[in-house]
């Protein structure tokens, strides 16, 4: 089983090795470059990376003909990351070497109205699991992050006022992952880390909005490549007023939210009402590939209500690229809807270049985008 240990770096030593670790520069003159710094401070401070098992200098670099430069690579050694995703009815949980490369990612069943005590607990006990599994012998942990299916201050790492999780109101899920690992601790919103780990599928487009559709909606904002966290609340979209015939109250005391009307839940909750029993959202996506007019019908409304929303923020923040995930992200008729929404309501400037489209990072998006937040915190 392997141990926990901070990273032993000082604050020049942790700016190279993350230039390395996120595949900046592989040489020293490249980190020279990006760093600032003068080469000969460069080349001390690599010799004392090498030298602490950190850095490797490995094969040969990329330029052709003459003497080929070597390579510096994190050190397979230098560490791991323990990452989750926590969803309403699933967690996903992943260890990561600290390149943000997964060693192991596995799925299983939770259930997270358990409350955080036993959520958490139970989430330690699974990486502890991973671990002993997967970690190469020696290798030490060096930092423990989770996404949370709901807004989280990142000052204090609390989670606040989330819908359809009991209990975990203005809980200090950082303190209580911090107390059992004695580690750097990334908690956050789980959008925000699949928004950071689907911009990397997107080489080129600096400001993107990443949508979560799954039991409840979520964005994530990347504003010039880096995630806009605002105060914490930035792309929370949830609790938007839309426009509809009926009134709905939804969970936060307003009444006629965009999540009362478009959510997984809210989705779920219509289908009983029509006589059409589902356990997660996932399974509408399957009544919809089985041409399930109730389910086809609902999931264009709560795309088309969603649509609206977006048109909204489309106009003022003119992104690049709106990608959508989430389970329900896989119902062709969503993301039509979405498009057909934002593309006649929004000025033909802000959707000229605008790409609507399903993410592409995959399962692990969120997985990734915590690797990628985490080195950060442990560097
Ligand atoms: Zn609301």
Request: one cysteine or more; aromatic letters at 2%.
């Amino acid at each position: 089983m392997s141990g926990k240990e901070r990273l032993p770096v000082t604050g020049a030593q942790g700016g190279l090795l993350r230039l390395v670790a996120t595949g900046q520069a592989e040489s020293r003159a490249e980190l020279a470059r990006l760093s600032g710094l003068a080469a000969s401070s460069v080349s001390l401070r690599v010799e004392e990376l090498l030298e602490a098992r950190l850095l490797v200098e490995e094969g040969s670099g990329t330029s052709r003909g003459g003497r080929r430069p070597r390579r510096l690579r994190l050190a397979p050694s230098a560490g791991l990351l323990a990452v989750a995703d926590l969803g309403a009815h699933h967690v996903r949980l992943g260890l990561l070497d600290l390149s943000g490369t997964p060693l192991a990612v596995e799925e299983r069943a939770c259930d997270i109205t358990a409350g955080p005590e036993t959520v958490l607990d139970w989430m330690a006990d699974a990486f502890d699991d991973l671990l002993r599994t997967h970690a190469p012998p020696g290798v030490p942990l060096r930092g423990v992050g989770t996404g949370i299916p709901g807004p989280v201050d990142p000052a204090s790492g609390r989670v606040v006022g989330p819908s359809r999780m009991p209990g975990w109101n203005n809980y200090p899920v950082a303190d209580q992952l911090g107390a059992r690992y004695d580690l750097p601790v990334l908690v956050e919103n789980d959008a925000n880390l699949m928004a950071v780990g689907e911009a990397r599928s997107w080489p080129g487009s600096d400001n993107l909005m990443v949508l979560k559709v799954g039991t409840g909606i979520g964005c994530g904002v990347i504003v010039n490549g880096r995630l806009h966290r605002g105060r914490g609340a930035a792309g929370d979209i949830s609790h938007v007023r839309v426009r509809t015939d009926s009134s709905v109250m939804c969970a936060c005391g307003h009444p006629d939210c965009l999540e009362a009307y478009a959510s997984g839940a809210a989705l779920m909750a219509a289908l009983a009402e029509a006589g059409v029993a589902v356990d997660r959202p996932a399974d509408i996506v399957g009544l919809v590939n089985d041409a399930v007019p109730e389910a086809t019908s609902q999931v264009r409304n709560a795309g088309r209500l969603i649509g609206e929303v977006l048109t909204v923020l489309v106009n003022f923040f003119n992104p690049d690229v709106i990608a959508v995930g989430g389970s329900l992200s896989a119902a062709e008729p969503l993301i039509a809807a979405i498009r057909a929404a934002v593309y006649e309501r929004c000025l033909p400037l802000a959707t000229r270049d605008l790409e609507i489209a399903p993410a592409r990072a995959g399962q692990d998006s969120a997985l990734l985008g915590a690797g990628a937040l985490l080195l950060d915190a442990v560097l």
